[in-house]
């Protein structure tokens, strides 16, 4: 009982001593939360996490590349100038819209674990649960392979052209933006054990700091052989062979035969209908499916006489969240691995419906478990680009935690990812390690349409809190009436404590954490209802960047995070 009395205490007064910081903006429009107005724009747009990413894709726009050129060209400068959430170490998601189709196209640029890396090998060394760092977690890092998947169907500037920024960034330097300073604090504590770590990341023994001038000419020359050389270069030539050698002189078991056999996979996007509205998710191994699933739920309860921010609202929202974490923790994995059908099981109307029973509208539940759906009737960056010709790119790309494994490969300044964390050990489960696997996968681009048209490209960071988050989005737009900035800028609801796919199980209850705005009165109400309720650190709730799309008159609406140093631009 003191426990609670003191969670309540610190939410209640983070909430007092920061609301007249959030309340101070009047703002002409909009809601008294909002930190800015949209960008609007009918040529382009893009929304990046970093003002030199969002600069880069409007000039690619600018000299005629496509949607997909200034993603890619975005992308790779964030790779650069934002280390300690993605780079070419990692995997990369995509959706495509296209507006000579009127189609969207999926691409699931994951990576594969080692060949010879076995479930036995983990039992040898009595290991319970893959460690986040180090040479085991490591994976095919796919993003390189994904851009010139996402190029060659869909650009028209070359490559070269448009990794040029990305390849200035890293060789002249950049200043170091503000939460970029505050990940690089951490590097010494966290990765400093590691080989060539000190080197690319801390110049002359230290983290840079805030508006300090950092370069990267070992990833520079990187780039270069990539834009040079292509995708080949990277996962068949001597960026593959260093990468080969440094992990088995470092314990390692990625290998030349997993990057010269990794290939990127088209994927059919899947859909559910909110409200009139389609939204549409790529299937596993990413857990996008998972927003699907919360949504069918939701939909069942009447919000149009239910407040955002209210207990009913919260409360409502994390009870569905329960249900489909579980059915997340135990059925995503690999789409190879999963039941056949499956998918299409979890994210039906009829699986929703008896789900939806189990949810006490006056009680939090204190456990739950995965349902069946075999009924008989059937740390991350996200950017966003639309171009003048009506296309537009759903993008997300991560090395996974931070920075990544530790594992920086001899002279190419890039991290490798640890998303092979991911897997379980657990014998005869759907994402049980296996060689040659995908891991289960917590980035997942999004997009709506509205009857046949796009509506909304959007994505929201964050690890396992994204399929909260798209919800919570989709809720504030469609059932609150907020416009795609408020949307963002809105109270941010979190829940933590559901079973995870790697095997570990859900807590008595688990904990509630909300971001400050919302009222105390609610608080105390989700305590009463039987809710753990906290507060969580600044970043806690990842990041958001979208573009709406209005087919009427043809103008482009973007928002950008104003959690972190995101920015949205068009022309």
Known sequence: MKRGYILLALTLFASLSDSTIIHAQDRPLGRAFATRSEVMAQHGIACTSQPLATAAALDVLRKG????????????????????????????????????????????????????????????????????????????PGCVDGWFALHGRFGRMPV????????????????????????WRRVEATYGKFPNVREVYLPGGQAPKRGEIFRNPQLANTLEKIAKGGRD??????????IDGFMKKNGGFLAYRDL????????????????????????????????????????????????????EHIHLFVEAKKLAFEDRAKFYADLAYMEPGIVEKLISKTYAAER???????????????????????????????????????????NFRGFGSGMVPDGLGFMLQDRGQLFTLEPGQANTYAPHKRPFHTIIPAFVTKDGKPWMSFGVMGGSFQPLGHTEILMNMIDFGMNAQEAGDAPRIDHQGSSEPTGEKATDGGQITLENGIPFETIRALMQMGHRVGWATPGSYGGYQAIRFDAGSRVYFGASESRKDGHAAGF
């Open 260 to 311: 010269a056999e990794h290939t990127s996979e088209w994927v059919e996007p899947v859909s559910v209908n909110y409200r009139g509205y389609d939204v549409w998710e790529l299937p596993p191994n990413g857990q996008g499916i998972c927003a699907l699933q919360i949504l069918n739920i939701l939909e069942g309860f009447d919000f149009s006489k239910i407040q955002f921010g209210s207990p």
């Open 65 to 140: 590349g496509t949607a997909v050129d200034a993603a890619i060209a975005a992308n790779a400068v964030l790779g650069v100038v934002e280390p300690h959430v993605n780079g070419i170490g990692g995997d990369l998601y995509a959706i495509v819209y296209d507006a000579k189709t009127g189609k969207l196209y999926g691409l699931n640029a994951s990576g594969r674990s080692p060949y010879a890396l076995t479930l036995d090998t983990f039992k040898s060394r009595n290991i319970d649960f893959i460690p986040p760092l180090g040479p085991l977690p490591v994976s095919v």
């Open 233 to 242: 270069a990277f996962y068949k030539g001597d960026i593959a062979r260093s």
């Open 160 to 183: 070269n052209e448009v990794l040029s920024y990305a390849i200035g960034y890293a060789r002249d330097g950049f200043a170091v933006a503000d939460e970029a300073s505050v990940s």
């Open 356 to 398: 939806r029973k189990l949810i006490n509208p006056n009680r939090a539940a204190r456990s739950v478990e995965a349902g069946n759906p075999n009924l008989k009737d059937g740390d991350t960056i996200y950017l966003t680009v639309a171009d003048g010709e009506g296309n537009m790119v759903s993008l997300i790309q991560s």
